[in-house]
């Protein structure tokens, strides 16, 4: 059973920043490209940012430029920097493993993965 764990939510006040943190096995790591999804009240799951073994990333215009995607392959981790953060961006945020085609993250095979989430509050 694959398991990815998230950690790093919590409580913030607009205008702050957060890392959100994901850890992965070390048997698909390597192979799988990894991403950030999250869903607000009443609404559907959307992908955040994506990062590729190659560590490229991709971001949802609502955070491009404050958001930050980084994997460190030697712990097995994958980072979600957020700065300046909003209310909107309120929601449990889940973390996800694919074997991708290419570098797009929609082209996917085989079994994918997702966290548990982690609740993120942004409010005064």
């Known amino acids: 059973q694959v398991q990815l764990v998230e950690s790093g939510g919590g409580l913030v006040q607009p205008g702050g920043s957060l890392r959100l943190s994901c850890a992965a096995p070390?048997?698909?790591?390597?192979?799988?490209?990894m991403g950030w999804y999250r869903q607000a009240l009443g609404q559907t799951r959307q992908k955040v940012a994506t990062i590729t073994t190659d560590g490229i990333t991709t971001y949802v215009d609502s955070v491009r430029g404050r958001a930050t995607l980084s994997r460190d392959n030697t712990k097995n981790m994958i980072y979600l920097q957020i700065v300046s953060l909003k209310p909107e961006d309120t929601a449990v945020y889940y973390c996800?493993?694919?074997?991708?085609?290419?570098?797009?993250?929609?082209?996917?095979?085989?079994?994918?993965?997702w966290g548990e989430g982690a609740l993120v509050t942004v409010s005064a």
């Open positions: 996800n493993a694919r074997r991708i085609v290419g570098d797009d993250y929609h082209k996917y095979y085989g079994m994918e993965y």
């Open positions: 070390g048997s698909i790591f390597s192979t799988y490209a």
